[in-house]
């Protein structure tokens, strides 16, 4: 039997393993996702939207992220 995993970590594996997955892709723009996944690195600010950009920068400080 495998070891219990908490949700958050089902749903960052689907977003990270999944990427053709409707389900993965909605979840790539929630604003939780999209902010665990640049804090990461998994996901860079190139690809979010202005809007979604302008959103994020209401909860965290855009500059903060790690670079490549």
Do not use: W
Not at 24 to 37: D, G, S, W, Y
Not at 49 to 64: A, F, N, V
């Amino acid at each position: 039997m495998s070891q219990p995993k908490h949700i958050s970590e089902v749903l960052h594996q689907l977003v990270l393993n999944n990427p053709n997955d409707p389900y993965a892709q909605i979840l790539r723009h929630c604003p939780f996702m999209q902010i665990e996944l640049l804090k990461e690195g998994y996901m860079t600010l190139d690809e979010l939207t202005p809007e979604e950009k302008e959103r994020l920068s209401h909860y965290i400080d855009l500059e903060d992220l790690p670079n490549d």
